[in-house]
């Protein structure tokens, strides 16, 4: 009697859902050491919003020089992302962030030490170099890592680490800014240099991407990765041949080292993803860059790196008042990208987006309306000053909650194993050159048309990327590679396809309920469909 309970239980166990595999602590551990080298950029970006106020006194230069200095590591940083695509493919996402953190540690020694603009300017290239490289392989490095069950969370890491380092830059304005004016700015930026030495030695403890020792032919290694960053043995090896299958390795190849056959080279590359692609590259090419082009002309470093100027505008005249404010809106920034992190699995990325920049659409419109109102009065207007300050809180909070950790993640996860490095570089090359054109413009826009009328502007380009968003990029929480390549192809016909895989789903859990699966049905598309959904949520 109690066997035929037991065998009872066992039986309706065997239908129970399957349970949410556990946190894998290691992929975690892996990823926020890799994501140590976004707070390269994000230190830059936090610091200069207050150095810049010295550096202004100390060296006697006009707006025009401001803007360009300020803006300038943007561009600067191309020479390192076109860089980074190939030398991560050459050394390994791993010694390519040591390269990273060399190049921005000799950088902030440079900038530290400047006695001439000119002296500045070329410490801001060689940190925009290290900058460059920093952006492009941490996000890779990430995905490639991740199981599939907490991707978007994972990948979300590099924009964490760059809202902390925004902060961290932040609190290093106030805490130097008594210093003598002399001395204040040089120890801001020359400080910078001690993240870079401990993300050079943390990738010590780092191991090397699975898919990059896959196609060095490197497949032991890469096996015993995958059984670390996996959430079972089963998923493992399940990444591994997709890994191979993208590498061109035969399945039945098993050794411990192989011979990897000669990939496509990067001419080819090019071809593929630019010159002459295939419909579902085109749309996935066309998504990166867009979310990478969006991101920053929604005016975001406008904000960032000119809040002093901003908070100035609405009111506040002390260097220290302005600074402590700066300090404030890198505290929301930082505590809303974590309430992000863990929504991304949950959530989508879409509805994060689509809420995200609608918000930020109507915090840029409050923002502007209140700088304008406030450049028009000739009194101080409290309420004004107030509506300002806090929508600039709501702007960075809104950003930091969808538009800034799901450019990295989306970008990161469409493109396939082959064209991945390229086509993250493509998008942080676009996201770089954007950011820097809205830093070395935003002073002369404001001079131009009002500060009011600028953050207007960027307003308008907010709510041209939600259409941008809503109309041509679908969602891509738990999709396999295969499900992603059917999705993107139809551009904003990507709805028709996406409810054509969920009938087809629907249709093979029935069947699996039933026990009525025919693994020789004549319907190609089920076919291919069952094949796919056989596979845990994987993207190689």
Known sequence: ME????????????FDPPKKPKTNKYAIACTFLASLSSILLGYDIGVMSGAIIYIKKDLHITDVQVEI??????????????????????????????????IFFAGALLMGFATTYAFLMFGRFVAGVGVGYALMVAPVYTAEVSPASSRGFLTS?????????????????????KLPTHLSWRFMLGIGAVPSVFLAVSVLAMPESPRWLVMQGRLGDARRVLNKTSDSLQEAQLRLADIKQAAGIPENCNDDIVEVPKRANGDNVWKELIFSPTPAIRHILITGVGI????????????VLYSPKIFEKAGIKSDHDRLLCTVAVGVVKTLFILVATFMLDRSGRRPLLLTSVGGMV??????????????????????AIALCISMVLAYVA????????????????????????????????????TSG???MTFLSLQKAITIGAAFFLYAALAAVAWVFFYTLMPETQGKTLEEMETLFGTFW?????????????????????NGQIQMGTNNPAMQNFMMVSAQPNIVV
């Open 3 to 14: 066997e035929d309970k037991q065998n009872q239980v066992a039986r309706i166990q065997d």
């Open 69 to 102: 200095l300020v803006g300038i590591l943007n561009v600067y940083s191309l020479f390192g992302s076109a860089a980074a695509g190939r030398t991560s493919d050459w050394i390994g996402r791993r010694y390519t962030m040591v390269v990273a953190a060399g």
């Open 157 to 177: 890491f590099p924009e964490v680490f760059i809202n902390f380092g925004i902060l961290m830059g932040y609190v290093s304005n106030v805490a130097f800014s």
């Open 292 to 303: 990478h082009f969006f991101q920053q002309a929604s005016g975001i470093d406008a904000v």
């Open 362 to 383: 109507a915090s840029l419109v409050l923002l502007a309306t209140g700088l304008t109102i406030i450049d028009h009065s000739e009194q101080k207007l409290v309420w």
């Open 398 to 433: 809104l950003f930091s909650i969808g538009m800034g950790p799901i450019t990295w993640v989306y970008s990161s996860e469409i493109f396939p194993l082959t064209l991945r490095a390229t086509g993250c570089s493509i998008g942080v090359a676009v996201n770089r050159v």
């Open 437 to 439: 054109v809205v830093s």
């Open 493 to 513: 016909n990507w709805r028709e396809r996406g409810r054509e895989l969920k009938e087809l789903k629907k249709t093979e859990k029935n069947s699996n309920d």
